[in-house]
């Protein structure tokens, strides 16, 4: 015969787990709601802030908006700032929809996803940060070659803005949790190689090429394009001033001396004097 205590036991436990349940039930689903109207108004606040903050500009500046229309994403960066700022409100009420259930096998997970979402803002804020001032002191240094008459200017502007990129990279690589060992000490390795390359190469013959380029840069202060000038004994017209050598023309001829000729040595400045154009004035420097 069948126990009849047996199944009523197992029915009143079942009734009762079921009403010690649904007010839990219900609580778990008005936080959820709560917990997504909050986030649905913190994204959209945080929506209008960056929009108000130019971060589309930003990110174009950067290159992240071109990476994003290569991928198909069609939505702006205010848009994907807020839509991420909503999950990490919302995963934390979640995580305690999760807790009010009892459901302890899904809690550690949730956990260690909400504690990795703020690595990762900070890390995208880093790398967008990063880039901008990489990109603005490659500019700075490609201006101030520039001014000094390097004629490679570009390149060296290039360069500063790789290596600093790099070292963003490995920034945010730490910033996320990941291990940049190898990657840095690729980098310190080649950073090395190459300052003790130009170091041997300033070394073996480089002190004249940095003299040249030096006196370029004073030599521009000194001289004008055009002004004829006496070199040695050579006359003619200052053709331009590169980053080691000077170009005069002479007659029909273009002489190229280094530009610690220019620096060096005395050099006459021809000028017409103003109140008689067929006298010159000779200014030695």
């Known amino acids: ?35 997504w109207i909050l986030s649905k108004v913190i994204g959209s606040v945080v929506r209008r802030l960056a929009e108000r903050l130019k971060l589309d500009t930003l990110l174009e500046n950067t290159g992240v908006s071109a990476g994003l229309e290569r991928a198909q994403i069609k939505k702006s960066g205010p848009e994907l700032l807020a839509q991420f700022i ?11 929809a999760l807790e009010n259930l009892g459901l302890d096998a899904a809690v550690e997970p949730m956990r260690e996803l909400i504690a990795f979402l ?11 940060g990063g880039v901008l ?28 803005n790789i290596l600093l990129i790099i ?6 690589l730490e910033q996320l949790g990941i291990d940049s060992t190898i990657l840095s000490s690729v980098f310190i390795n080649v950073l090395t190689i190459v300052i003790g390359g130009l170091a041997l190469a300033f070394g073996l013959g480089g002190r004249d090429v940095a003299k040249n380029v030096l006196a370029g840069y004073y030599a521009r202060e000194q001289f004008d394009t055009g002004d004829t000038i006496v070199v040695d004994g050579e006359e003619g017209t ?20 280094p530009n610690t000729r220019l620096t060096e040595t005395a050099v006459r400045i021809r000028a017409f004097a103003e109140d008689n154009p067929a006298q010159t004035v000779e200014d030695e420097r």
């Open 238 to 257: 200052l053709e331009g001033i590169g980053t080691l050598n000077s170009e005069i023309r002479v007659g029909n001829e273009l002489l190229v001396v």
């Open 1 to 35: 015969m069948i126990d009849l205590t047996v199944i009523r036991t197992a029915l009143n436990n079942m009734i009762a787990n079921a009403v010690s349940f649904t007010p839990r039930l219900f609580t778990t689903i008005l936080i959820l709601i709560l917990g």
């Open 86 to 96: 909503f999950w990490i409100i919302f995963l934390n009420f979640i995580l305690i």
């Open 118 to 128: 703020p690595r990762l803002l900070a890390a995208l804020a880093t790398l967008v």
């Open 167 to 172: 070292m963003v990279v490995i920034v945010v």
């Open 133 to 160: 001032l990489s990109q603005f002191l490659g500019k700075a240094a490609q201006a101030a070659m520039s001014s000094m008459g390097v004629e490679f200017h570009e390149e060296v502007g290039q360069g500063v």
